[in-house]
């Protein structure tokens, strides 16, 4: 086989690959092998005539079609072995010549990863970040358990700080239009908890029962949904009960009604433990987030323009499940954010590029320092995720070979990030 390499640019290359009559005879004999048990040859029973006699009596067009099949993709998979390629998408591939098992030349345009120069990540230290638990914290949970634990009377005088409403909700734009994921139905909400934008509760004080509120707000400056960061909503509210909240005194009682606990130090040492896990999690993944931003700012990395494209397609999929659960269509959120699609994916191209980067950057390291998942290490992690599912179907889903090639590359990139944390921390 002969292989002429050019470059188009550094992420995208061209491939001429000439394949011989030496190179297509064993492709020719695997092909023909498809087509023992269905070919009918005279004198022989089905399956047991040789090649030569299968060949003769195979419809020429479906063996030329599986042939070229295979053949191309065979030719294609050891010249980008050869030339050490990483080749991402499909190709494009141009036929260029073939004489029937004997010649075939083809031009195959690639998208490639570059090389990827990292720096010397081994030097670069973070100091790994100290949990600490304070008594608010902790009072926090508590007051939050004091709520969920307390007895709950129906009053019909007007709302105030500390009582819990039963709420319907809408809100509107300066147009009147719905705004997406500001409405719900029999939503609880206590006054004074603030777990609503600034501003909503104080309108809900002096309300009764039965009574419907109109009012504006202005969502902050640094919410959540970029949309709706300094917008000023309407919202149409409809109260549907006031209730007192009567809270337990925290004692030995309420830490039993609480959980498995008979004293409220019990309940507090676990509540201490919960919360500095929680931190620790937290605190831990934003240390590994910030050293692989680290690596990868120091590092050049030449990434093909499609592989942007697909990881901005696959933040849209995660985007659009999210605005699902909050009850918005994809059309709704590009027209609350005022952009089309094209100018959606322009706001979001730098964090696809970084991803991607992190990804290919990671994937380096792991090559440079030789790290590998035994086939032992990926079934115990298969068994495991099995184990989270009830369902025979999803579990049966692992067993797909991209499902287990899925898991396998999770398993590489935190061998690969604790090398990093090793690192970093010494």
Partial sequence: MQVTKSDNSPSNVNLLIKGDAIDLAPIKRHVLGHFVDSVKVPGFR???????????????????????????????????????????????????????????????????????????????????PKVDITAKEVNDVISGLQTRLSERGSVTREAKIGDELVIDFNGTDSDGKPVGGADGKDFPII?????????????????????TKIFSVTFPKDYGVAALQGAAVTFTVTIKSVSELKQPKVDDEFAKAAGAFTTVK??????????????????????????????????KVVIPGRLIEDEL????????????????????????EKLTLEQHRDRHRPDAETRVKGGLVLSEISQKEGLEVTPEELEVRIQILKGQYQDPQMQEELNKPENRQDVANRLLTEKTIAKLVDYASK
């Fill in 46 to 128: 089905a399956g047991k005539a040789p090649l030569e006699m299968v060949e003769k009596h195979a419809n020429q067009q479906l063996l030329s079609d599986e042939f070229m099949e295979h053949a191309l993709n065979d030719l294609l998979r050891k010249a980008v072995e050869d030339e050490r390629l990483r080749a991402v998408g499909q190709p494009e591939v141009t036929l260029k010549k073939f004489v029937p098992f004997t010649e075939l030349e083809f031009e195959a345009k690639l998208d490639v990863i570059g090389d990827v120069t990292l720096p010397n990540y081994k030097t670069i230290k973070i100091a790994k």
């Fill in 313 to 336: 397609l696959r933040m849209e999929e995660e985007e659009k499940r999210n605005l699902t659960y909050r009850g918005t269509t994809w059309q709704e959120h590009l027209d609350q």
């Fill in 266 to 299: 019990e309940l507090k040492d676990d509540i201490k433990k919960q919360v500095k896990s929680e931190k620790q999690f937290q605190a831990e993944r934003a240390y590994e987030n910030e050293l692989i931003k680290r690596i990868s700012d120091k590092s």
């Fill in 191 to 211: 006054i004074g908890n603030n777990t609503f934008i600034p501003g909503f509760e104080d309108n809900l004080i002096g309300q009764k029962a039965g009574q």
